[in-house]
T-cell receptor
Framework: ETGVTQTPRHLVMGMTNKKSLKCEQH?????MYWYKQSAKKPLELMFV???????ENNSVPSRFSPECPNSSHLFLHLHTLQPEDSALYLC????????????FGDGTRLSIL | DAKTTQPTSMDCAEGRAANLPCNHS???????VYWYRQIHSQGPQYIIH???NNETNEMASLIITEDRKSSTLILPHATLRDTAVYYC???????????FGTGTSLTVIP
């Protein structure tokens, strides 16, 4: 139990569907992150939020839309995805963005048909 | 340029110490080195981090060279459950961005 919970654990969706991934952290952290892990590739940082404000967007396509309503919750809204978007999506949190370690959830395994 | 360099894979006998090396020759003077591991189908698990001095916790020890260009993660008594991919990480850019690289796949052999 890492204190970071992601739902759902698995998701299969068509290219025209709209779905959302949810992340919740119970660690009292102020920063939250979305990462993408594709097969045989390093983890790629997608978005960073600090005190609910987005501080980083690493050139992520607009079909991925993050939302951070408060410091404990992070969403990733998905629409019109492509087959190459199939991957493990990981959420993480940290106390701040000054170098404190990040703590990860177990991810959502996303498959695009 | 790779931020960290690790061997692709390593084996270790159960009960023996596992020593996982990492080169980070371009690390800045005030940046930490972090170690994580990832077991199949799970998210990365934080192990330890350090700046200059050697560090130890209940999971592992971290040895950082004096010039800070390399480090070694030590699992003192490896078990089968330590089989995982181990990542040596430094921060890049702003916003606490971690560079994960491809890691070392450690297999603990009975």
């Amino acid at each position: 139990e890492t204190g970071v919970t992601q739902t759902p654990r698995h998701l299969v969706m068509g290219m025209t569907n709209k779905k959302s991934l949810k992340c919740e952290q119970h660690l009292g952290h102020n920063a939250m992150y979305w990462y993408k892990q594709s097969a045989k590739k390093p983890l790629e940082l997608m978005f960073v939020y600090n005190f609910k404000e987005q501080t980083e967007n690493n050139s992520v396509p607009s079909r991925f839309s993050p939302e951070c309503p408060n410091s404990s919750h992070l969403f990733l809204h998905l629409h019109t995805l492509q087959p190459e978007d199939s991957a493990l999506y990981l959420c993480a949190s940290s106390q701040d963005i000054q170098g404190q370690p990040q703590h990860f959830g177990d991810g959502t395994r996303l498959s695009i048909l | 340029d790779a931020k960290t360099t690790q061997p692709t894979s390593m084996d270790c006998a159960e009960g023996r110490a596992a020593n996982l090396p990492c080169n980070h020759s371009t690390i800045s003077g005030n940046e930490y080195v972090y170690w994580y591991r990832q077991i199949h189908s799970q998210g990365p698990q934080y192990i330890i981090h350090g700046l200059k001095n050697n560090e130890t916790n209940e999971m592992a020890s971290l040895i950082i060279t004096e010039d800070r260009k390399s480090s070694t993660l030590i699992l003192p008594h490896a078990t089968l459950r330590d089989t995982a991919v181990y990542y040596c990480i430094v921060r890049v850019g702003s916003g606490n961005q971690f560079y994960f690289g491809t890691g070392t796949s450690l297999t603990v052999i009975p």
